[in-house]
């Protein structure tokens, strides 16, 4: 069980440019989900999957953000035509989803849109 | 919706102090309740949960007991130590079985020596 691991740990990227970060869960987790932390706030939720599934979004997910679980095993999050709003810390976490539904967390992708 | 609401910090406290962080919560249903922790530099831990009310959950010196009457979990610890330093964060899981949790702002905890 190496535990949760995001890449890349941190982005920089400007104005307009998409970029993509990816997750890979602690292995045989079936649930995936993503969630976005600004500065001095609590995580909120994006989306969810399970296995290959995606099965809920948040309304804070527009249409510039897509987010893929190939195979239901790691996970890529896109975000395109980048905006300032876009800057925050990107967390990853997995559960079972079977017989426990205790979310382990990755140490997140920091993205700062310039 | 579902909310959680955490008292504001930072919350400063020598070695050895008592500490309480509040946190309330307003949802429909039943949900689980969660306290994070996130020590500098590193990603979110669970601390300690509770399913059901008048669970008391605990961990490393620090318990949490959910009250339904209050919809509250505050967090509890007798005797804090410097390397308890953290932000602590409030969360619940709602009813709908889909397992995401909704969290409050957080809560950064500054122990002294």
């Known amino acids: 069980d190496t535990g949760v691991s995001q890449n890349p740990r941190h982005k920089i990227t400007k104005r307009g440019q998409n970029v993509t970060f990816r997750c890979d869960p602690i292995?045989?987790?079936?649930?995936l989900y993503w969630y976005r932390q600004t500065l001095g706030q609590g995580p909120e939720f994006l989306t969810y999957f399970q296995n290959e599934a995606q099965l809920e979004k948040s309304r804070l997910l527009s249409d510039r953000f897509s987010a893929e679980r190939p195979k239901g095993s790691f996970s890529t999050l896109e975000i395109q035509r980048t905006e300032q709003g876009d800057s925050a810390m990107y967390l990853c976490a997995s559960s079972p989803g079977t017989t426990s539904y205790e979310q382990y967390f990755g140490p997140g992708t920091r993205l700062t849109v310039t | 919706g579902d909310s959680v609401t955490q008292m504001e910090g930072p919350v400063t406290l020598s070695e050895e102090a008592f500490l309480t962080i509040n946190c309330t919560y307003t949802?429909?249903?039943?949900?689980?309740l969660f306290w994070y922790v996130q020590y500098p530099g590193e990603g979110l831990q669970l601390l300690l949960k509770?399913?059901?009310?008048?669970d008391k959950g605990s961990n490393k010196g620090f318990e949490a007991t959910y009250r339904k009457e209050t919809t509250s979990f505050h967090l509890e610890k007798g005797s804090v130590q410097v390397s308890d330093s953290a932000v602590y964060f409030c969360?619940?899981?709602?009813?709908?079985?889909?397992?995401?949790?909704?969290f409050g702002q957080g809560t950064t905890l500054q122990v002294k020596p």
């Open positions: 969360a619940l899981e709602g009813s709908s079985n889909t397992g995401k949790l909704i």
């Open positions: 949802a429909t249903g039943y949900p689980s």
């Open positions: 292995s045989e987790h079936n649930r």
């Open positions: 509770a399913t059901k009310a008048d």
